[in-house]
């Protein structure tokens, strides 16, 4: 009470300051701890000492009931002769109580943070981390997510630390109807269902309030255009710019919708560069999902650190599961969407699971020959029709095939054979549904490997991609553009992923690269591992 007494009324004293500079501050460098009781009521406490640079308290110690608490660099008490490295924080349990002892300066009254610092902003009556911490990352259903903080009801906010698909935010001149979006459709449709324990998602207001300012920093949402509560949602232009914008942990280097409309036919999405602009919803930009999860859902391990190698003590924080436990079974009984598999050496991302129980896979990476990623046109003769015979899909169900498998016929063994790959023509600002339609496709093809469709899980840019498996800052320097299955309207044209984490569609003549897809056969089993990416699922 006393550490937030103090702030708050020496941020308040910067405020009058700055209207009046000729009033005469008490929060300076030479800060005397007699002031102290001009500032809040110490009752049968006292002050030690008290140093304040100018912007933050650096030194804090207090008596009260013949015991010592001083403060330490993380924001806690060390009391009496404990030192403050030895102030111990929680890294298992219920997760608001394990963000609250690592970031204790989230705490909230539903009113916004308790006490005010460089680490926090107010939004919405939630509290919520600022800046660029290390720490907040957390596994969870087969994704990455990043902790954002706590909301005002208690629960905690998360979002992904990737696009988990690039398509069209809405129909023209939609934008601000969120409630009828392609995106929120997708988010609580078709990514809800993939989640492993989706029940610890609460549904909650989602705010989507029109600002012409790029700059935008509102804390509250005077005027919701959307009347529909949901369990997805996306992030903010306010909420991105108050945590920080280009220089925060939200910027990945990806081009990212938010929710915030700019007109109605606009909507504000943050680019590569980290900054935000405003295009026409039928744009094809990147969808990173936004979840509150309940208070008391529980946390089994990590510090929430990102590595090359993660374990219970060092790595993410593991959300309502257990990864420390090395799984067996069938691989369509044990996967989900996101998680990692490795098969015949290589890494891949689990897909979906189709009707047949059958495992579709993405490779986390692109086909290289002579240890450099290959491009290729979509087709030499001018069509975006996907062949085992020609072009892209010979190259797949050839070259590409004897690359995955170490052209072994055991591994090959493992995989559909024929399985069945749709195409349907795809233009520009339809809905993903048409994309992933499998009742009247434009075409169908059996082949053994093919290529992700717009619309479907993971049809963007993977995180462990971007950060060149956790061992670096999040670019998209380290991804590829790559061809998709998907057919543009126009015979000559067919849909990519770029580098940058948007999709579009181009001449079939132009060269890009490959990520192949393959299906698993439903009898597969696991032997190892634990879906993560550190500790793949051997098949």
């Given amino acids: 009470m006393i550490l937030g007494g103090i702030n708050n009324y020496c941020a308040t004293e910067d405020v009058k300051y700055q209207l009046d500079n000729s009033y005469a501050k008490i929060c300076t460098t030479s800060l005397d701890t007699e002031k102290v009781k001009e500032m809040v009521n110490l009752g049968n406490a006292d002050i ?10 650096t030194e804090l110690v207090i008596k009260s009931n013949n015991h010592k608490f001083t403060l330490c660099s993380n924001g806690q008490f060390a009391m009496d002769d404990e030192e ?35 680490n926090n902003y107010s939004y919405m009556g939630g509290c919520y981390i600022k800046g660029n911490p290390t720490n907040n990352s957390i596994w969870y259903s087969g994704f990455l997510w990043r902790i954002m903080g706590i909301n005002a009801d208690g629960t905690v906010r998360l979002i992904t630390d990737e696009n988990v698909t690039a398509i069209p935010w809405g129909a023209d001149d939609t934008a601000e109807n969120w409630d009828d979006s392609y995106a929120k459709d997708w988010l609580n449709n078709y990514f809800y269902s ?73 909507a504000w999405y943050v680019s590569e560069d980290g900054y935000s602009y405003n295009n026409s919803v039928s744009d094809t930009n990147g969808l990173r999902a936004v979840i509150n999860v309940n208070s ?155 290529l992700i469709r717009i619309g479907e899980m993971l049809s963007s840019q993977s995180s462990s991609i971007l950060t060149n498996g956790y061992n670096g800052t999040s670019s998209y320097n380290n991804a590829k553009s790559y061809w998709t299955m998907t057919p543009y309207t126009s015979s000559s044209s067919a849909w990519y992923v770029n580098e940058d984490g948007y999709s579009y569609y181009y001449s079939v003549s132009l060269t890009y690269g490959l990520r192949a897809v393959i299906v698993i056969k439903s009898d597969v089993e696991i032997i190892s591992g634990t879906g993560t990416f550190s500790n793949p699922y051997q098949i």
């Fill in 48 to 57: 030690i000492s008290i140093n304040y640079d100018g912007t933050k308290l």
């Fill in 84 to 118: 403050c490295d030895a102030v111990a924080v929680i890294t298992t349990g219920p997760i608001k109580d394990v963000v609250l002892s690592n970031f204790p300066y989230l705490e909230t009254n539903g009113n916004g943070c308790v006490t005010s610092t460089e």
């Fill in 194 to 266: 993939r989640l492993k324990g989706n029940n610890i998602i609460k549904e909650e207001t989602w705010c989507s309030e029109t600002t012409t300012d790029g700059n935008s920093t509102r804390t509250t949402c005077t005027n919701n255009l959307s009347t529909e509560t949901a369990k997805v949602g996306l992030l903010t232009l306010d909420e991105y710019n108050l945590v920080g914008g280009s220089s925060s942990y939200l910027n990945i280097g990806q081009y990212q919708w938010t929710m915030t409309p700019y007109s109605s036919s606009n």
């Fill in 296 to 450: 008391n859902v529980t946390i089994t391990g990590g510090n929430g650190t990102l590595g090359a190698t993660w374990s219970s003590q060092a790595g993410p924080y593991i959300l309502n599961e257990d990864k420390n436990v090395e799984v067996t079974g069938k691989l369509n009984e044990k996967s989900t969407s996101g998680e990692y598999v490795l098969f015949a050496g290589k890494k891949y991302r689990v897909v979906d699971k189709d009707s047949n129980g059958n495992i579709k896979l993405i490779l986390d990476g692109y086909y290289e020959e002579d240890g450099s990623i290959f491009e290729m046109k979509y087709n030499d003769t001018s069509t975006n029709e996907f062949s085992t015979t020609t072009g892209i899909g010979q190259k797949l169900n050839g070259d590409v095939l004897n690359w995955l498998t170490n052209n072994n016929d055991t591994e090959k063994a493992k995989l559909v054979s024929d399985y069945t790959w749709y195409q349907n023509n795809f233009g520009y600002g339809q809905s993903y549904t048409v994309s992933l339609n499998e009742e009247t496709p434009t075409r169908s093809i059996q082949a053994t490997v093919g």
